[in-house]
């Protein structure tokens, strides 16, 4: 079955410091994978997807299929990053398919 | 321009009532769902519709019902509320892509429900 795992529930890390989120998914086929992003009782938003290979915020995240893995990373974390990152991976099964991972909260320290 | 909104946004109610949740997506996506947050974070997909067509129906009690007049709207209406249903409720959508291929997904700000 499909899943998605974030090995941590809370990261903190000091302003300036590097930050990695974990996130591992299990899937047979090609996945797609996203990160998504929720700041305070916000709506979630689209961070990014592995296909456009972009870097938003300063983020950066690499599909590695030999390890299933899709870390976010970011060199220098600002306190404004503080919020709750998911993973996420599609897939197409008669329709497209969204699982979550269960999300880390990012708390970025001054 | 919301690109996609739910009303309300606050609902607060007593257990055992029945409450409809909206929403609508001016993206021209063709596929909607229904998340549920619960108080620990954890994002889970309820239902999904592609086409006014109910794609995914995840392990939720049938007094959950999503209903979709059209495809720019998901409403989800709850009969016999309980206390275990207070929740935040998102609405999300996406434009279903070539078989195989996705898109990615459009959230709205959420309903927060509180079942007393």
């Known amino acids: 079955a499909q899943r998605v795992t974030q090995p941590e529930k809370l990261l903190s890390v000091f302003k300036g410091a590097p930050v990695e989120l974990k996130c591992n998914y299990s899937?047979?086929?090609?996945?797609?994978l996203f990160w998504y992003v929720q700041y305070s009782r916000q709506r979630l938003q689209l961070l990014l997807r592995?296909?456009s290979r972009e870097s938003i915020k300063g983020f950066t995240a690499d599909l590695n299929k030999g390890e299933t893995s899709f870390h976010l990373k970011k060199p220098f974390a600002q306190e404004e990053d503080s919020a709750m990152y998911y993973c996420?991976?599609?897939?197409?099964?008669?329709?497209?398919?969204?699982?979550f991972g269960p999300g880390t909260r990012l708390s970025v320290l001054p | 321009d919301t690109a996609v909104s739910q009303t309300p946004k606050y609902l607060v109610t007593q257990m055992g009532n029945d409450k409809s949740i909206k929403c609508e997506q001016n993206?021209?996506?063709?596929?909607m769902y229904w998340y549920k947050q619960d108080s620990k974070k954890f994002l889970k997909i309820m239902f999904s519709?592609?086409?006014?067509?109910?794609?995914i129906n995840e392990t939720v009690p049938n007094r959950f019902s999503p209903k979709s007049p059209d495809k720019a709207h998901l409403n989800l209406h709850i009969n016999s509320l309980e206390l275990g249903d207070s929740a935040v409720y998102f609405c999300?959508?996406?434009?279903?892509?070539?078989?195989?291929?996705?898109?990615?997904?459009?959230f709205g700000p959420g309903t927060r429900l509180t079942v007393l």
């Open positions: 993206l021209g996506h063709d596929t």
């Open positions: 592995h296909i």
């Open positions: 996420a991976l599609s897939y197409w099964n008669y329709g497209q398919n969204f699982v």
């Open positions: 999300a959508s996406s434009l279903t892509m070539l078989w195989g291929s996705t898109d990615t997904q459009y």
């Open positions: 519709y592609n086409n006014k067509e109910l794609i």
């Open positions: 899937y047979s086929g090609s996945p797609e």
